[in-house]
């Protein structure tokens, strides 16, 4: 994810990867709980820890990452709709901008993208396989451990 700022150099937000999980952890169950669903184990939740990359592809060795966490839910898929739309009402009246909705009663299923612009983090919400599974997502902005010395470039 590249930082969204024109100063290359702008001090970094601070925050440990174990803060950042339970962080994430606690969002997706906020998620489930504005989408009125219960988050299941199976499929169990994923974390990922990537590398900062800037804006000229800079990539900076002083340990700053972002980190995107999935959790599901296992639910009939005529419910998906109903679901999503609830989040999604919730997450607009919490300052979330939503950035791609998309309905396929057909499916049916539905797709929602959103984003903090006043946070930096981003939001997936969206039906997926196995059928009858609801994926929350959520990504970080670039973090730098509290620890480390910030590189400058």
């Known amino acids: 994810m590249s930082r969204q700022t024109d100063d290359i150099n702008k001090p970094l937000?601070?925050?440990s990867r174990a803060e950042s999980l339970a962080w994430a952890k606690e969002y997706t169950s906020t998620m489930a709980r504005y989408a009125d669903v219960e988050i299941s184990g199976d499929p169990a939740p994923r974390k990922r820890f990537d590398?900062?990359?800037g804006r000229k592809d800079e990539v900076a060795e002083d340990g700053r990452y972002t980190l995107t966490y999935t959790s599901y839910a296992t639910l009939p898929e005529e419910r998906h709709i109903p679901a999503i739309r609830k989040l999604r009402q919730a997450l607009e009246q919490h300052g979330v901008r939503i950035t791609s909705y998309t309905?396929?009663?057909?499916?049916?299923e539905a797709i929602?993208?959103?984003r903090s612009d006043s946070e930096g983090y981003s939001l997936i919400a969206d039906s997926v396989n196995p059928p009858g599974t609801l994926r929350?997502?959520?990504s970080t902005p670039c973090f730098l451990p509290p620890e480390a010395k910030q590189q400058q470039f």
């Open 112 to 114: 929602m993208y959103g």
């Open 51 to 53: 590398t900062c990359v």
């Open 13 to 15: 937000p601070r925050k």
């Open 136 to 138: 929350l997502s959520v």
């Open 103 to 108: 309905e396929r009663p057909t499916t049916p």
